[in-house]
């Protein structure tokens, strides 16, 4: 992963480096937290970059200096990530710990920054703790807000913040870089539309055996576990149904995918199978939608749509 670049991401980033060279860095900003985008691995060089002492005239942290050697270990103690446990909330505990950390010399006599991730999980409590640090930020301090749902962070934070939307690449720029990357020739159209908001699950399931589409094996065996956990049984749903849409290209071509070959002695014939992986999908769908309203059981109702699905992959006769 650490070879991997991402060009749509180039003109954000120089703005940001510009900015850093000009004195201009805002001291609160907001970013649209697409991982899948290549977000997580900027924001990660931009605090790298604005740690590193010997920054100037360089576009990217120059990996030698001793900050750059404290942040590679790890242990750098002017910067602070916060992220919230899966499932959880970020409290007021954690807010407090990034009010002291600002206040804070700078151990290394250069720039502190902090980085909140999934900030629009931050309790109401948290939040309002929060805009105190946003508003009086010390010289030197770069609080940066990574949200997934941008919108829902408190407007009194929002206000504070400069935002800057994460760019998405082009089909054709997409295009060459799933090509560079997977080693292999792309030609699905679909596929390089998903790529061009999923860049990095396409890049997967590319370089993956697909015998490693790990949920769907395990839907075709009929051994699908549904945790319990809400946050897991959405992160689930969302990879089995992108590995369903994987197969189901597959089945529409007229290939048996390999994930069903190797799972199921008996699979259902192909044009059947593509039949049944799309009626799946679509189900998935709305499934999907169904579990965000209250009073639902997530457990009883994924495992009753996987049971349908994994029936419908085997040939009927041995039902
Ligand atoms: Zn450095």
Redesign the pocket.
């Known amino acids: 992963m650490a070879s991997l670049t991402f060009p749509w991401l180039r003109p954000l980033w120089q703005q940001l480096i510009n900015a850093a060279h000009a004195g201009r860095m805002p001291h609160g900003m907001g970013f649209s937290y697409s991982p899948d985008l290549g977000v997580d691995t900027m924001l990660e060089q931009l605090a790298a970059f604005l740690l590193?002492?010997?920054r100037e005239q360089r576009s990217r942290?120059?990996?030698?200096?001793k900050?750059?050697k404290l942040w590679k270990a790890g242990t750098h103690p002017d910067y602070l990530r916060v992220e919230p446990e899966i499932g959880k909330q970020i409290g007021v505990d954690a807010v407090r710990q990034i009010a002291q950390q600002v206040q804070q010399t700078s151990s290394q006599g250069g720039n502190k920054v902090v980085q909140i991730i999934h900030a629009d999980r931050m309790t109401l409590q948290a939040a309002n703790a929060l805009l105190k640090t946003l508003e009086e930020p010390p010289e030197n301090t770069f609080i940066q807000l990574a949200a997934s749902r941008y919108s829902q962070l408190l407007p009194t934070i929002r206000s504070r913040l400069l935002a800057y939307a994460t760019p998405k690449p082009s089909q054709q720029e997409i295009k060459q870089w799933l090509q560079e990357h997977s080693q292999q020739a792309i030609t699905d159209t679909v596929l390089i539309e998903l790529a061009t908001t999923k860049p990095l699950s396409v890049l997967r399931q590319l370089q993956s055996n697909e015998e490693q589409l790990a949920y769907l094996g395990l839907l075709c065996k009929g051994q699908l576990v549904v945790e319990k956990d809400l946050e897991k049984v959405h992160q689930m749903l969302a990879t089995l149904l992108s590995e369903i849409q994987f197969a189901h290209r597959q089945a529409m071509m007229g290939e048996m995918p390999l994930v069903v070959a190797t799972n199921i002695k008996q699979p259902a014939p192909v044009h059947s199978l593509a039949r049944a992986l799309a009626k799946g999908y679509r189900r998935g769908i709305v499934l999907r939608k169904a579990l965000q309203n209250a009073g639902v059981n997530p457990q009883i109702l994924v495992a009753s749509w996987s049971t349908d699905l994994t029936r419908s992959l085997r040939a009927s006769t041995l039902n």
């Open positions: 590193c002492q010997q942290a120059c990996g030698e200096c900050s750059c």
